[in-house]
């Protein structure tokens, strides 16, 4: 079972370029997208026959959202976590399949001020307490763009970020909390090293230089380990200033 995801900055933006073509050919069973800016009434679109779509849209027009495409019809789909103060940006979509729940999340930004990063905080601390009430009745895979670099080797130039919004003790703690709880991240299961990044600056060619972070990412309920066979980031894949990221699952 493959499950990819991707945030694309703009649906409508990537379909101009080349989504089509890539869900043609990798053929996930399960795409999440995240930062899809729009809700299926804002696409003219007819995706494929072979996939149902589920969509959790921001009230404020053109703003994050989230979508998920699915080959499987999950027993359940839902929208947010439950909390007002979190739910009206379109961030979360979760479906529950025969053996485990899969949540695919667009984490809040702190911004380049930190202006929102006590509110990050108390998303992160929410977001947990919803995958760990998941977990109670089966194992959990969450996805997406977390909006933080965990350790230094998830970017390329941590000394100098430090203090920056998606590096700060803060929202690494946030993170060191999600592992803590028992969530593995698959990507690490495989790789030790440092290099390997999931978005860019797309200023002074950052992206042609490696210089990059690594902030979409798969997590897994411990459990799953065993059916965990890969996780790989697609850093060669355009059209977005993000690349895919996935896991496959035996």
Not at 119 to 140: A, I, N, S, T
């Amino acid at each position: 079972m493959k499950l990819i995801s991707w945030n694309v900055n703009g649906l409508r933006a990537v379909l101009r370029k080349n989504f089509l073509e890539y869900l043609a050919a990798e053929n996930p069973d399960v795409l999440c997208l995240q930062e899809t800016k729009c809700g299926p009434d804002d696409v003219e679109q007819l995706w494929p026959a072979a996939y149902t779509t589920f969509w959790d849209t921001a009230q404020k027009k053109g703003y994050a959202g989230t979508a998920m495409f699915t080959k499987t019809r999950p027993l359940k789909v839902s929208t947010g976590i439950g909390l007002a103060e979190h739910d009206r940006e379109g961030r979360v979509v979760t479906a529950e399949f025969g053996d485990f729940f899969l949540v695919n999340v667009y984490v809040p930004n702190s911004q380049r001020e930190l202006t929102r990063l006590a509110y990050r905080q108390q998303w992160d601390r929410d977001f947990l307490g919803y995958l760990k009430k998941l977990e109670k009745k089966k194992p959990v895979i969450f996805c997406g763009d977390l909006n933080v670099a965990h350790t230094e080797i998830d970017l390329a130039n941590p000394k100098a970020n430090v203090h920056n919004h998606g590096f700060t003790p803060e929202e690494r703690a946030g993170f060191d909390a999600l592992v803590e709880a028992g969530f593995l991240d698959t990507f690490r299961e495989f790789e030790t090293g440092g290099g390997h990044y999931s978005w860019w600056s797309p200023m002074g060619g950052a992206r042609q230089r490696n210089v990059g972070w690594r902030i979409d990412y798969f997590l897994i309920s411990a459990s799953l380990r065993p059916r965990l066979k890969r996780a790989f980031i697609q850093s060669t894949m355009t059209g977005s200033d993000h690349c895919p990221v996935g896991i496959e699952l035996q």
